[in-house]
């Protein structure tokens, strides 16, 4: 027994160490990406259910990396988070979907995109100040540009939180609470704070036929944002079965794979033009 336990001690150590280094590697690279402009936004279409039309997308970073491929950021956000490279990424990010937006309107595409932003973004007190002057220098209508924040960055430190979404407000930015249903806090913030879309999270919609709890935690969103005169984005749509019982519940607007996946700017100007 002894011996077990040393070696799985030993064996616990190691995995460790491996942990610290791959993420001392995967942040100096992510230093090197930032430096050498190794991101790309990827569009994830947003449809208006009952027409069908693309009114929206979701802006979704994307790191080609040298030797690698495109890294989903679900593997480096949490790393950017950590040592506060998301600061300078999320402006990159805010800056290049500014100039998608300019570059759509030219085409007289009206469409909106949303851009999430993450705890530690939020955190910096400069990054109202940035959006201002991007949004300024850049003539676009602010009501184009949407900002998705999850439930936990909002009952962290209300008042400042509330401080710059009226800002943001003001400006005509419109704000999406994203992965609504997963954040465990009151919803009394959803009166108090200049909100316009939940965004039901994916796990709710994957897990949704033949499953009644899900079915009811929809169908009781929906119905709560309908009343507060909040607008719905299902998320996670994958399949027919679901898109229609989506729209039985009166869903307004729909994202997943069964409509698109991410695509480049350029595939996604083509989906435009079908
Ligand atoms: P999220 O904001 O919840 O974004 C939705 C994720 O679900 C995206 O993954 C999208 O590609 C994926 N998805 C969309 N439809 C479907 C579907 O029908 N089925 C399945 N299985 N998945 C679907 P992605 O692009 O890998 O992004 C992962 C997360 O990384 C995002 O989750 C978001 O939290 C974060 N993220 C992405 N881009 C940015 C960014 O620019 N800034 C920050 N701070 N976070 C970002
Ligand atoms: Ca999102
Ligand atoms: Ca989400
Ligand atoms: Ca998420």
């Known amino acids: 027994a002894k011996q077990n336990i040393k070696s799985s001690i030993q064996f616990y150590s190691t995995d460790l160490k491996d942990d610290a280094l791959k993420r001392m590697d995967l942040e100096s690279a992510l230093r090197e990406a930032i430096e050498k402009e190794q991101f790309e936004l990827y569009l994830q279409p947003i449809l208006d259910l009952a027409s069908g039309r693309i009114v929206q997308a979701e802006v979704l970073l994307r790191w080609d990396r040298p030797g690698v491929g495109m890294v989903s950021p679900a593997e480096f956000i949490p790393v950017a988070e950590q040592t506060g490279l998301i600061v300078t990424i999320g402006k990159w990010v805010i800056k290049e979907a500014i100039?998608?937006?300019?570059?759509?309107?030219?085409?007289?595409?009206?469409?909106?995109?949303?851009?999430?932003?993450?705890?530690?973004?939020?955190?910096?007190?400069?990054?109202?100040?940035?959006?201002?002057?991007?949004?300024?220098?850049?003539?676009?209508?602010?009501?184009?540009?949407?900002?998705?924040?999850?439930?936990?960055?909002?009952?962290?430190?209300?008042?400042?939180?509330?401080?710059?979404?009226?800002?943001?407000?003001?400006?005509?930015?419109?704000?999406?609470?994203?992965?609504?249903?997963?954040?465990?806090?009151?919803?009394?913030?959803?009166?108090?704070?200049?909100?316009?879309?939940?965004?039901?999270?994916?796990?709710?919609?994957?897990?949704?036929?033949?499953?009644?709890?899900?079915?009811?935690?929809?169908?009781?969103?929906?119905?709560?944002?309908?009343?507060?005169?909040?607008k719905v984005i299902a998320e996670g749509v994958e399949t027919e079965a679901q898109r229609d019982l989506l729209k039985e519940y009166c869903c307004q607007f729909v994202q997943g794979y069964l409509f698109s996946k991410p695509l480049e700017y350029k595939a996604f100007c083509a989906l435009l033009n079908t």
Not at 113 to 135: E, H, R, T, Y
């Open 99 to 230: 100039s998608l937006l300019m570059d759509l309107h030219r085409q007289h595409k009206y469409i909106k995109l949303s851009v999430n932003l993450s705890p530690a973004q939020v955190s910096d007190n400069g990054l109202l100040n940035f959006i201002k002057k991007s949004i300024v220098s850049s003539e676009i209508d602010a009501s184009y540009l949407e900002l998705e924040l999850t439930e936990g960055v909002l009952v962290n430190d209300f008042d400042r939180i509330s401080e710059f979404l009226v800002e943001l407000r003001a400006l005509g930015i419109t704000i999406a609470i994203d992965d609504f249903g997963t954040g465990y806090s009151s919803l009394s913030y959803l009166q108090k704070l200049p909100i316009d879309f939940l965004k039901i999270d994916q796990s709710f919609i994957f897990e949704l036929i033949g499953n009644d709890s899900n079915q009811a935690i929809v169908q009781a969103i929906i119905g709560m944002a309908k009343s507060l005169k909040l």
